[in-house]
């Protein structure tokens, strides 16, 4: 769970920091990194119920055969 939380941490501080260099705006900086990671889990959570209803045989296509 710490690994975790120090991630999400460092992606927001990432996240700031890039939107900082690119507009030099603290408020539009602090808006992005508030902002993306919302977007990104509605995101995800839209992904995985399409993820979910796929056929099986097109997940298990994805995994590899294991090594003989």
């Known amino acids: 769970m710490a ?3 120090l991630f999400g ?3 927001l501080g990432i996240a700031f920091s890039v ?3 690119l507009t030099g705006s603290v408020a ?3 808006a992005i990194t508030l ?3 919302v977007v990104n889990t ?5 992904f995985d119920r399409w993820w979910a209803r796929r056929p099986q045989a ?4 994805l995994v590899p055969e294991p090594a003989a």
């Open 42 to 46: 509605v995101a995800h959570y839209f």
């Open 9 to 11: 941490v460092m992606h």
């Open 58 to 61: 097109d997940r298990t296509a």
């Open 19 to 21: 939107s900082f260099a």
């Open 28 to 30: 539009i900086a602090g």
């Open 35 to 37: 902002v993306e990671p």
């Open 3 to 5: 690994k975790s939380a």
